[in-house]
């Protein structure tokens, strides 16, 4: 029996997520909820796209990848609109986020408790990184140690204020951005660009499984609503 390479197979898969897109929707896969220390915490997906906002992956949205707590899709869409006016010219790309009720969400480690998400780098020029099955739509970009890639520069610039944005739009919600991955090579550019707005952030000190230089990982903190 002849084996498919494994990108045909992918190919063939995406374009079946893609059919099934609109039947998800329609049937009414927006939701969920998660179950958390004191309470049920609602979930939503994050949209499609915005006015400098956009999927890494549509047929991730329909495996429902993009889902997280409430607070916290309210919390990137604030911030990528207020990107929008401070930083008009920058496209965003979200990445990975989570199932509508959680749980196990391989092949990452955490992304379980509707708390975590993915945001792929902001470059300069208005560009965005290239996102397609031949390159894991996006995570398997590379940037070398002066955030320079086939696909663009790293814009530092925007992307300490995306972060700095993000934390305060999380506390104007009773939450906080509680940690960011990005790659430790990469760190001193990016606090170069705001030393000040970036101290209340904590950021990870060590290299962890995945590099973290084609996106960031940010875990929020938000308490669990009261049954």
Known sequence: MTKWPGRVVLLLLGSICLAILPF??????????????GGTAPTRAMPVAGTNFGSYCMPCIAALRTFAREPVIETIT???KALAVSH?????????IGFPNGGKFRPHRTHREGLSVDLMVPLTDG??????????FGYDAEFN?????????????????????????ARKRGGKVRRVF??????PLLFASDPVGLRSVRFNKHQSWVRHDDHIHIDFEFPCPAS
Do not use: M
């Open 24 to 37: 998800l929707w329609l049937s009414g896969a927006r939701a969920g909820a998660i179950q958390c220390q």
């Open 78 to 80: 604030a911030t990528y």
């Open 88 to 96: 008009p010219q920058t496209r965003h790309l979200y990445g990975e």
């Open 127 to 136: 560009r965005v990184i290239a996102t397609s099955v031949t390159n894991r």
């Open 145 to 169: 140690f002066t955030g320079k890639g086939k696909d663009g520069q790293i814009d530092f610039d925007v992307l300490a204020s995306l972060i700095v944005t993000a934390d305060q739009q």
């Open 182 to 187: 990005f790659a430790p090579d990469l760190q």
